[in-house]
């Protein structure tokens, strides 16, 4: 088991900056996953830590041991890559064997060890079966097994769902997760996808252009996002601007509200965070602010309802309460569901101010 440290990593590709001081350190044994838009950097981070680039500047440890001249075949690291990488060749036996035949690992070992990889897969039965004949979620089952049949302590995921169609992705999801619990060692999956993060992870790192912006559990980086991107990259949100009031008090257009943030200055300017699914539609008056209904989207589980305040503001309102356009009617959030934001606020002062304030409560 192996606890993964990076240390002020840089990584230059040319003269572009891609990664931009990256400080983290990912515990053993924890489900996490890299979430951000393409181009921001996952990849490469991934990478770094299974060695198949070197970085710029910065150190890499797996436990006590630094890690940046290991090469990437004497790392406890196996990588399973969006595409797969599988021989079209060999059958599903023969590429979960490939590995450790050319380690030259005994063959009662070797066999004992498939047979492990295949059982935890799911692949008993499809041991014989050519690897054009299977499905996506068998290919990807596949790369899997021919990863943990290495018995890493740590496994890389590239995007390794984004081939899947969406049923079978939710599938291969509870797979994937019931997986990391089963073999207990620390899984690094990168996604775009911020669903597939919630569903999934213990802790997600969320990325913007070369830096972490927020790491954290699903919950608190769904409840507490840092920032206004961090917001709306997870989920999604109403954020309007405000100016703190003293602490457990904001202003929102003129407006008091009572809230449960504090330890910021009196006067700061804030954004306010209001989850579409916290707002409450009321009979006019009798609400926060009186809104007319703009338009209404049926999107399955709830209407997504669009309402407009009478600053001419917009909010976005999850719910199963019928409406109708152009209907007057006003909306209500609970204090608690009222998140406030510093801009410009690092996530170590987050943090502090988010302990110092909640230790006064
Ligand atoms: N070997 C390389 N040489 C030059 N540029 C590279 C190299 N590898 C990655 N890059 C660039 O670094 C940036 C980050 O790439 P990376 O693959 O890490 O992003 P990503 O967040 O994983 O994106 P995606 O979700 O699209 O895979 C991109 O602009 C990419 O073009």
């Given amino acids: 088991m192996t606890e993964i440290r990076l240390q002020n990593i840089h990584q230059y590709f040319d003269d572009a900056h891609i990664l931009k001081n990256i400080d983290f350190t990912f515990s053993e044994g924890k489900f996490y996953t890299i979430l951000g838009p393409s181009g921001c950097g996952k990849t490469t981070l ?66 004992e060890r498939i047979k492990e990889a295949l059982r935890f897969t799911n692949l008993t039965d499809f041991k014989e079966r050519d690897i054009e004949s299977l499905s996506g979620g068998q290919k990807q089952r596949v ?71 927020q790491a954290g559990s699903p919950k608190d980086i769904y409840d507490e996002p840092l920032n206004r991107y961090v917001a709306d990259f997870i989920g999604e949100s109403n954020i309007v601007e405000g100016e ?76 199963t309460q019928r409406s109708e356009e152009g209907k007057k009617v006003s909306i209500y959030f609970d204090k608690e569901n009222m998140h406030i934001m510093v801009p410009g606020e690092k996530e170590e002062e987050f943090n502090e101010r988010l302990e110092s304030y909640e230790g006064i409560l």
């Fill in 46 to 111: 991934l990478k770094i830590i299974g060695g198949f680039v070197n970085p710029t500047s910065g150190d890499l440890y797996f436990g006590d041991k630094k890690m940046n001249d290991i090469p990437a075949n004497k790392r406890q690291v196996n990588t399973v890559f969006q595409d797969y990488a599988l021989f079209p060749h060999l059958n599903v036996y023969e590429n979960v064997a490939f590995g450790l035949k050319i380690k030259k690992v005994s063959k009662s070992e070797r066999d």
């Fill in 143 to 213: 790369a899997i097994a021919r990863a943990i049949v290495n018995e890493p302590d740590i496994l890389l995921l590239d995007e390794s769902l984004s081939a899947l169609d969406h049923n079978l992705r939710v599938e291969m999801q509870y797979e994937l997760k019931e997986l990391q619990q089963k073999l207990g060692i620390t899984f690094i999956f990168v996604t775009h996808d911020q669903e597939e993060a919630l569903a999934l992870s213990d802790e997600i790192l969320v990325m913007d252009r070369g830096h972490i912006v």
């Fill in 244 to 319: 703190m009031l003293e602490d457990g008090k904001v202003s929102i257009y003129g407006r008091a509200y009572e809230c449960v943030d504090g330890g910021v200055k009196r006067g700061t300017p804030v954004e306010v965070m209001v989850r579409p699914e916290d707002i409450i539609l009321k009979p006019a008056g009798e609400g926060h602010l009186n809104v007319t209904v703009d338009s209404i989207l049926f999107r399955g589980v709830h209407y997504e309802i669009c309402v407009l305040d009478e600053d001419g503001y917009e909010w976005v309102i999850h719910t």
